[in-house]
């Protein structure tokens, strides 16, 4: 379309590397692929993970067609650019790399690293981070890599939620910020940006209202179903505050009000006891298979 054909004269990007093929980097493969229309090298350490991954690709892409969402062409044609490999070496001439793995500062510092060991001049290196600072990433990339630095951070479900929140580093250049933003549009996504502070813009509005729900619980001030019905049908929320936290993973819930509360010093941010100890127990919602509700 003449859309994308404007968008990608905007942000130049023709190959994109995603680091991680967990449920993040897969969405965000598949969406550049079947909308970016771009080649996606999709990596991973594990190959279970990256057939499991191309395998759940197939699936989506498949039901998008009995939808009548997609002819049968363009799925095949958006499957042909997806690519699994084995690292970041496969990476010498991708203008984008995406990382979406873990929330762990150590390993993503070791990621940007080798990016910057491989991607060609002028690539930019994008991280999917939740709440870790972009201008800490960007400094493991030496000061040469550190403008082409960014945040880009997707919503699960990727193929779903329509927004990429854009956090430039203090390093970002605004050339670099403004193909990410052009490059975040042709996939479809309607972007914000926001400043590279604690949890950004949504998970420092978001978590603290999780937290207060899980507070509630805690406080016997209603039932769990109540606290969630309460938002869903008087706010209209899609999904109550327990169910969205057993959704995201009550680790990551945790994991981003401790990052709230250590960067911000603010006793407002002091994460619910409840939730210490559910995630200590290993009830870390939808993907243990028990959280707030069973699964
Ligand atoms: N991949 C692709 N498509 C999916 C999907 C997935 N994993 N899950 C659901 N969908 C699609 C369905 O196929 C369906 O498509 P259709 O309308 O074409 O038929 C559509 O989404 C609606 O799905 P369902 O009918 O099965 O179920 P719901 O109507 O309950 O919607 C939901 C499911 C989209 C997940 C909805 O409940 C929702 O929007 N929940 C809130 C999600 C949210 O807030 N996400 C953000 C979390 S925070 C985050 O990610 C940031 C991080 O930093 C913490």
């Known amino acids: 379309s003449s859309f994308s054909t404007t968008a990608a004269s905007l942000h130049g990007i023709q190959r994109l590397g995603v680091v991680g093929a967990g449920q993040m980097g897969l969405g965000i493969a598949l969406v550049a692929a079947r909308t970016a229309k771009v080649d996606v090298l999709l990596a991973d350490n594990s190959e279970a993970q990256l057939a499991k991954g191309l395998k759940f ?24 650019r997806l690519k699994s490999v084995k690292g970041i070496e496969a990476f010498g001439d991708v203008d984008i790399a995406i990382e979406a ?21 002028g690539a930019i290196l994008a991280s999917n981070t939740s709440s870790i600072s972009l201008s800490k990433i960007a400094a493991a990339c030496g000061p040469e890599r550190a403008s082409h630095c960014v945040g880009f951070h997707f919503f699960n479900p990727v193929p779903v939620m329509k ?4 956090i430039p580093a203090l390093q970002t250049s605004p050339e670099v910020l403004a193909r990410a933003r052009a490059f975040a549009e042709a996939m479809g996504k309607t972007v914000t940006v926001s400043q590279d502070t604690p949890g950004f813009v949504s ?3 978001l978590m603290p209202f999780i937290n207060e729900a899980i507070i509630a619980l805690e406080t016997g001030v209603a039932s769990k179903e109540d ?4 938002l869903k049908l008087g706010m209209g929320h899609p999904m109550g505050p327990l169910t969205l936290a057993d959704f995201i993973g009550l680790d990551t ?19 619910s006891v409840l939730l210490g100890r559910m995630v200590s127990a290993g009830w870390l919602g939808k993907k243990s298979g028990k959280g707030f509700y069973e699964y």
């Open 57 to 80: 690709a197939e699936t989506l892409l498949a039901k998008e067609v009995q939808k009548g969402k997609l002819s049968q062409e363009d799925a095949d044609a958006a499957r042909s």
């Open 101 to 121: 793995v873990s929330e762990s500062l150590p390993l993503k510092e070791k990621i940007f690293a080798s990016l910057a060991d491989t991607l060609p001049a």
């Open 163 to 166: 927004l990429v929140e854009l």
């Open 203 to 205: 998970n420092r509005l």
């Open 227 to 230: 606290i969630d019905t309460t």
């Open 253 to 271: 819930c945790l994991s981003i009000m401790e990052v709230l509360q250590r960067e911000t010093g603010d006793t407002k941010y002091r994460p």
